[in-house]
């Protein structure tokens, strides 16, 4: 029954998770963008209490269970493990000791880049931010680092789920090895009986975590992720998820294997129902699309228009500054996955490498549009209203006069009269008709960089504001 709930709850979590990623129209927004908010990593750097002490108490509670339900890597390589799993036949798995050196080596070194603000490192092993990239970057390609970084991700993740189990959350991911600190002490947990125990080794052998050692009756609950299939597996009722504070077992649960002793070599293939969630991911990533030149009615050739090169980068209204929100952002291309408009892109600067960024090319920022503040899990966007969002400065206009449709002559003006703010006006001077921008009113929202004319850069620009004013 333990088994069958799990099952239930991590599938919910998984195609929630994944539909948030994929759809760009916002209607599951409001119905499943509180899983997000729930994952560990992004509601430490939000500071969200509330989930953080949750999840807490969870583990103390129940184990790992956050591993084996909630966070929708974790539940992938369960999908993968299981193929794996079925293609090896009846003893896909055994005891493996801990690989202690490589697990607490990379918690070291995820702590460290956290704390010196390497947020690319951190991008890279938080399982949540992996996930998500690998879902967006099926429809989201427009960045190579993106799609290269998923790829290898999903390879490595793969290979190993499918060889190994649970070997990517027990010797990698950081957020396992946080967990498995709690998970030891936990209240309930999966308990062996050796005086009911006949060392089939099936519970052994069904561990995805390879954490039961049958031999010695013992558990490692620092990587057991609360799976359930041993329990569902064993045939003579030897293993119990039971309450264990304060309980001292006889000595015969701690008994070591006797080689006298007969061993009834059983094997089940109970538990045959599909769990086989990976087909809600697209395995593989999109290959990137070559874009042609768009003709204009057959006769003249209109170029694309491309980003300028900005003094600071444009973060979203929402964010407190350029480095608070890149302190916090795990690149889990929720909020470029979200964007209606094609104005968060992730970033291909070394230092802010996968990160979001906001660019007009394809549009801009428009300002009754909230929905990434409404999203994001880290905290790097806050959430605010339409009506707040008005009042955000997070870049500057500036107009390159040479370039200027309106002072060679042309009848333009775009740049004033889609200005939803009125920061750009027309004034005459010496050279004619000149936009002018109120810096004291532009709040960086990009429409006139977007509705521009000129090409391929245009004769208006947004730079970014290091420290946002509200």
């Not at 979590?13 to 119905?31: E, H, K, M, N, R």
């Not at 909020?335 to 230092?351: F, I, T």
């Not at 009042?391 to 333009?412: E, P």
Request: charged residues 20%; glycine residues 8%.
């Amino acid at each position: 029954m333990l088994r069958k709930l799990r099952i239930i709850f991590a599938v919910a979590f998984l195609l929630g998770i994944t539909l948030l990623f994929l759809d760009s129209s916002g209607a599951v927004q409001p119905w499943l963008g509180w899983m997000a908010k729930l994952q560990f990593l992004p509601a430490c750097l939000a500071l969200n209490v509330a989930v953080i002490v949750g999840l807490v108490l969870l583990t103390l509670a129940f184990g790992r269970v956050y591993c084996s339900v909630i966070c929708p890597l974790g539940v992938f390589q369960d999908g993968v493990a299981r193929l794996g799993a079925l293609s090896r036949g009846r003893a896909p798995y055994k005891y493996k000791k801990e690989l202690k050196w490589l697990r607490y080596g990379v918690f070291v070194l995820f702590v460290a880049a956290l704390i010196a603000g390497v947020q690319a490192a951190v991008a890279v092993l938080a399982p949540y931010s992996a996930y998500g990239r690998i879902v967006s970057a099926v429809l989201h390609h427009n960045s190579a680092a993106v799609l290269i970084v998923a790829g290898v991700t999903l390879v490595v993740v793969g290979v190993l789920a499918f060889i190994g189990g649970r070997t990517y959350c027990n010797t990698i991911c950081p957020v396992g090895t946080c967990l498995s600190f709690l998970a030891r002490f936990s209240a309930f947990k999966p308990v062996i009986d050796a005086d009911k125990c006949k060392n089939c080794h099936i519970c052994e052998h069904k561990c995805k975590a390879q954490c039961i050692d049958i031999a010695n009756h013992k558990i490692d609950y620092s990587r057991c992720v609360d799976c359930f299939d041993c329990l569902e597996n064993c045939k003579f009722d030897a293993l119990k998820y039971e309450y264990t504070w304060g309980k001292s077992f006889p000595a015969s649960r701690t008994k070591t294997f006797s080689p006298e002793k007969k061993v009834e070599k059983v094997f089940s293939d109970k538990g045959r129902r599909a769990f086989i969630t990976g087909t809600a991911i697209v395995a593989g990533t999109a290959l990137l699309k070559a874009q042609g030149k768009k003709v204009d009615g057959g006769f003249a050739e209109v170029l694309p228009k491309r980003a300028p090169e900005r003094e600071t980068p444009l973060t979203p209204p929402g964010s407190k500054s350029v480095k608070d929100f890149y302190r916090r952002c795990t690149a889990c291309q929720l909020c470029v996955s979200e964007c209606p408009n094609g104005v968060l892109r992730p970033s291909a600067d070394l230092e802010h490498l996968m990160q979001p960024e906001m660019g007009f090319e394809k549009g801009f920022c428009r300002p009754e549009c909230t929905r990434c503040s409404q999203l994001c899990p880290a905290g790097a966007i806050k959430p605010i209203g339409k009506e707040e969002k008005t009042q955000y400065h997070v870049g500057t206009a500036h107009v390159n006069l040479d370039a200027c449709l309106s002072l060679k002559g042309v009848n333009c003006g775009n740049c004033a009269t889609k200005c939803p703010t009125g920061a750009v006006t027309m004034v005459e001077s010496e050279r004619g008709l000149t936009p002018v921008v109120a810096e004291q009113i532009c709040i960086g929202c990009g429409a006139c960089e977007y509705l521009c004319p000129v090409r391929p850069i245009s004769a208006i620009t947004v730079n970014g504001r290091e420290e946002h004013i509200l």
